[in-house]
Antibody
Framework: QVQLQESGPGLVKPSQTLSLTCIVS??????????WNWIRQPAGKGLEWIGR???????SYNPSLKSRVAISVETSKNQFSLNLSSVTAADTAVYYC??????????????WGQGTLVTVSS | SYELTQPLSVSVALGQTARVNCGGN??????VHWYQQKPGQAPVLVIY???KRPSGLPERFSGSNSGNTATLTISGAQAGDEADYYC?????????FGGGTKLTVL
């Protein structure tokens, strides 16, 4: 059973960089047909995809966040990370890490972390 | 950028059929996935590729997708189906979620 667990500061000051890590257990982050995502959800609002990375290093980001986002993978530690720079109060949200896997070209999110609340405030 | 439109809320009487729509330009040409999210929990996939159910999901959940509308149908709605439902597609290598629909079972 694959499990994902987010970790990182729950409070970040405005203009600083939000950094989160997702530790993957029960499966290899190097799985060829899977990719690793960050998704966020402000309180009472919908889901927003932030971006994804394959273990090969290729990335894809939400165009609305692309200038501030970086996702990286550490295959030796079976984990991946999110850096979101120049944060404002609008970045306050529950942040989820999720695995996406593809079968016959159809890609879905099959495992999610429990989510971690990050508040941006001075 | 591609947009998906969902009603904010849908209500259904216990045991009746609920339908949650997801609108998008020519969405019928895309693979649509549906996620269920209960309060305080991460989303769970309930329908993929428009009308496929993951193993273990009740047959009460079904989906369709044609033209500009995809629909999630829940037959014989139960109290435990009360949740937020999100449609999702891929567009130009990016993920797009609908705004979500709160399903209330009366």
């Amino acid at each position: 059973q694959v499990q994902l667990q987010e970790s990182g500061p729950g409070l970040v000051k405005p203009s600083q960089t939000l950094s989160l890590t997702c530790i993957v257990s029960g499966g290899s982050i190097s799985s060829g047909s899977c990719y690793w995502n960050w998704i966020r959800q402000p309180a009472g609002k919908g889901l927003e995809w932030i971006g994804r990375m394959y273990s090969s290093g290729s990335t894809s980001y939400n165009p609305s966040l692309k200038s501030r986002v970086a996702i990286s993978v550490e295959t030796s530690k079976n984990q991946f990370s999110l850096n979101l720079s120049s944060v404002t109060a609008a970045d306050t949200a529950v942040y989820y890490c999720a695995r996406g896997c593809c079968t016959d070209g159809i890609c879905t999110f099959d495992y999610w972390g429990q989510g971690t609340l990050v508040t941006v405030s001075s | 950028s591609y947009e998906l439109t969902q009603p904010l809320s849908v209500s259904v009487a216990l045991g009746q059929t609920a339908r949650v729509n997801c609108g998008g330009n020519n969405i019928g040409s895309k693979n649509v996935h549906w996620y269920q999210q209960k309060p305080g929990q991460a989303p769970v996939l309930v329908i993929y590729r428009g009308d496929k159910r993951p193993s273990g999901l009740p047959e009460r959940f079904s989906g369709s997708n044609s033209g500009n509308t995809a629909t999630l149908t829940i037959s014989g709605a139960q109290a435990g189906d009360e949740a937020d439902y999100y449609c999702q597609v891929w567009d130009s290598s990016t993920v797009v979620f609908g705004g979500g629909t709160k399903l209330t079972v009366l």
